[in-house]
């Protein structure tokens, strides 16, 4: 066991951690008000280990959604993890499968985010899985702890996506992408998946538009470097 | 606890469980073309942008450019931060911090 890449995963996730309390608040708050009891609405957080898709499927219970679209949903909002997965695989490649088991259960949006940006200063093939379980270890306490917290306490906490906690999420996704843009194609991919990705929430249901504009602003990004070093050889 | 939402749990897990780990699995200790590695490195960038960019601009769902978005100056905040000090956690809590303060003043 590599407890200095644990503990270091660990801790370079704490700004997710902490960005995680409120969401995992309200996910048990509204998930009381779905009328799910407390072993549920924690089995959820437990077994699942998913905000968007759990946030989706307390709020379509609500609704009496049936148990297949439910179901059906949650596959699609998922989906953008095979993207994640196929990105993580390259630095994986010496591992044990049966690590990448384990690792799989926890490979959230904030654990990717975490442990992409650790390894690629690391190199191909030399992804620590110490780092991602860390990483996976810490986020999953708190989203368990904070869903019990927001199912315990209910609607005695006021809308704790208000308290401006709710920004910790994209202000540590902002500090580990600035540290990633290192080349002007990079910086292009960056602001047309972001502008795509705006788009997209707007005028697409569900979570198509992030998988829909990650894979245009990838292709764009191979195609400028392509030209680029086609010109350069040219030259 | 209701088994037909024990089962709808169960099967939430399972699909979410399937998302992440079939391609990782999948891609693993196979030797991709060369322009699949090259295309892989711009992935991470660009998911960070989809998952930044529409809370953003359109943080109730709606697209909002004005100068009284808060977000937008919170950002913005971050970024310098980010670009000037190079420190991420100073950078997180100054941009919670502004995102307090520019809610209030807005």
């Known amino acids: 066991m590599d407890l200095k890449a644990f503990l270091l995963g660990l801790k370079k996730t704490t700004p997710f951690m902490l960005g995680l309390i409120p969401f995992g608040l309200?996910?048990?708050i509204m998930a009381t008000q779905a009328k799910l009891s407390l072993g549920e609405t924690l089995l959820m957080s437990l077994l699942v280990f998913a905000g968007s898709a759990q946030f989706m499927a307390v709020g379509m219970i609500k609704e009496g959604v049936g148990t297949g679209f439910i179901v059906l949903s949650t596959l699609l909002i998922n989906l953008r993890h095979l993207l994640m997965g196929l990105s993580l695989a390259p630095f994986l490649n010496k591992l044990n499968t049966k690590w990448l088991y384990l690792l799989a259960f926890g490979l959230t949006d904030e654990v990717y985010?975490?442990?992409?940006?650790?390894?690629?200063?690391?190199?191909?093939d030399k992804g620590n899985p110490y780092f991602m379980l860390g990483s996976e270890v810490g986020l999953y306490f708190f989203w368990l702890i904070s869903s019990l917290a927001g199912a315990l306490l209910g609607t005695l906490i006021k809308d704790p996506l208000s308290w401006g906690l709710d920004f910790a999420m994209p202000a540590t996704f902002l500090s580990i992408v600035i540290?990633?843009?290192k080349s002007w194609q990079i910086l292009v991919v960056f602001l047309i998946a972001g502008i795509l990705a705006i788009v997209g929430y707007l005028l697409i249901p569900g979570k198509w538009y992030i998988i829909l504009a990650t894979v245009a602003a990838t292709i764009l990004g191979t195609i400028l470097e392509l030209l680029t070093e086609k010109r350069s050889t040219a030259q | 606890m209701k088994i037909e939402y024990i089962?709808?749990?169960?099967?939430?897990?399972?699909?979410?469980?399937?998302?992440?780990v079939s391609f990782l699995v999948l891609f693993t200790s196979k030797n991709l073309p060369t322009i699949i590695y090259r295309a892989l490195k711009y992935i991470p960038v660009a998911i960070f942008a989809t998952l930044i960019f529409p809370g953003i601009f359109a943080?109730?769902?709606k697209l909002d450019l004005s100068l009284t978005n808060p977000y937008i100056g919170a950002s913005f905040i971050t970024v310098v931060s980010l670009l000037i000090g190079k420190?991420?956690?100073?950078?997180?809590?100054?941009?919670?911090?502004?995102l307090v303060v520019l809610r209030y003043l807005l």
């Open chain 2, 59 to 61: 943080p109730q769902g």
């Open chain 2, 7 to 20: 089962l709808l749990i169960i099967l939430m897990a399972v699909v979410t469980y399937l998302t992440r």
């Open chain 2, 87 to 98: 420190n991420a956690i100073l950078s997180i809590v100054l941009g919670i911090t502004s």
């Open chain 1, 26 to 28: 309200a996910y048990g």
């Open chain 1, 179 to 181: 540290g990633q843009i």
């Open chain 1, 113 to 124: 985010g975490t442990t992409i940006g650790h390894y690629q200063q690391e190199g191909r």
